[in-house]
């Protein structure tokens, strides 16, 4: 079936350090991908996306590239900051439900 | 200001007995949704509406209803079947549910005295 699977956590870096978080996903069709950010006792915020094959989303510094031939969409950052630290959740859209996968916690120190 | 709006924050729920988190909606979505998040397992989703007067089941309907009476509510119900209650829950809403953005709300925080 369909999903999403993310690279676990928790992932710690130093400020201005860069950030890469995995995801790869299983899908049949064309899904639309996600990834959302959640800060601490909030909801989910849509932090950027992709809805085609090489499109690349890209919003705050974050990117992530969508690679059907790798069925991957992994998040990049080039210099993270202490208010990057959030929970991270990879998604794909295929139509007719979401995916979420897991989280990867991110906490940056300065 | 248009968005999606939990209340309450915080619920706490006594044994046997049903609770009900309030979810609304002022961005004129016709999809919404119940997802439940529980540490290290990211979102599961509990219940869905395509439109008004209509929703079907998710992953993890048991123990939860739903009513979607108007397009800007759709009430969860975690009712006394349900063994496990304590999570942190989630309503999201999106223009139409195929391909397209989910927006969330807060969360509601249950938990079991």
């Known amino acids: 079936g369909d999903s999403v699977t993310q690279m676990e956590g928790p992932v710690t870096l130093s400020e201005e350090a860069f950030l890469t978080i995995n995801c790869t996903y299983t899908a049949t069709g064309y899904p639309s991908l996600f990834w959302y950010v959640q800060y601490p006792g909030e909801g989910l915020q849509l932090l950027l996306k992709a809805t085609k094959a090489d499109d690349k989303g890209s919003n705050k510094g974050f990117e992530a590239t969508y690679r059907k031939e790798t069925t991957s969409f992994h998040l990049e950052k080039g210099s993270v900051q202490v208010s990057d630290s959030a929970v991270y959740f990879c998604a794909l859209n295929t139509g007719n439900q979401f995916y979420f996968g897991t989280g990867t916690s991110l906490t940056v120190i300065p | 200001d248009g968005g999606i709006t939990q209340s309450p924050k915080y619920l706490f729920r006594k044994e046997g007995q049903n609770v009900t988190l309030s979810c609304e909606q002022n961005l004129n979505h016709d999809a919404m949704y119940w997802y439940r998040q529980d540490p290290g397992q990211g979102l599961r989703l509990i219940y869905y509406?395509?439109?008004?007067?209509?929703?079907q089941k998710g992953d993890i309907a048991e123990g939860y209803s739903v009513s979607r009476e108007k397009k800007e509510s759709f009430p969860l119900t975690v009712t006394s079947a349900q063994k496990n209650p304590t999570a942190f829950y989630l309503c999201?809403?999106?223009?139409?549910?195929?391909?397209?953005?989910?927006?969330f709300g807060p969360g509601t925080r249950l938990l079991v005295l």
């Open positions: 509406s395509q439109i008004v007067n209509d929703f």
């Open positions: 999201a809403s999106s223009i139409r549910t195929e391909e397209e953005t989910q927006y």
